[in-house]
């Protein structure tokens, strides 16, 4: 395959569904931005801040109709809050009907990369998702917050293994007796933390 930007050659990128050119670094995907699996649609507002893989600014967007995240429309990766993507994972699993995926190999090489964090611009932590599936993520323990890749949520939801109910919350109602209010707020936090620090801006 060729790249439409300069005539190179694209490279693909495994289980991602993503192709990235050798020569320019630009993105090819295999889906559009609202397929099924993980579906983004733009807001259309810019965040403030770029992304920390290939240095686009960042686009307010809505992740499976619901959650706020700030997506690079290049790599479309996304920033989102590390506690909502919790939230996200057991809802999408436990809702999940379609087949799981074949269960693949941890590849070492992701786990070398290095990313900044959008909002305090220090290095975010590189580890393995620490549940089903064999996706590497990249957080920022000061800001709370999480950078995913592109399908990297879709892979993680269709993973084999143990799914909750439909109707179970992924917070103890012992712990936490209104988890529906906590999970909304939640996913206004992440833009607000990368807009904060960018701006100096307080909601």
Known sequence: MQCDQCNGDLIAIPNRDTFLCSDCRHYAFATDLDDPSEPIELTGDPVGVRCPKCDVELQFAILHDRWRVCLCTNCRGYVIDSGCLGV??????ASYRGDDAKPIPLNPAELEEQRSCPACEQPMETHPYYG???AVIN??????????????????IRAPGFRHGPNSSPIPVKLN???KEIQDESSELAGRLIVQAAT???F
Not at 88 to 93: G, K, W, Y
Not at 139 to 156: G, K, P, Y
């Open 200 to 202: 100096g801006f307080f």
């Open 177 to 179: 007796p209104r988890p």
């Open 132 to 134: 089903l599936g064999t």
């Open 139 to 156: 957080s920022c323990s000061h800001c709370t917050v999480t950078w995913m890749d592109h399908r990297e949520l879709a892979s993680i």
């Open 88 to 93: 996200i994972v057991h809802e999408l699993r």
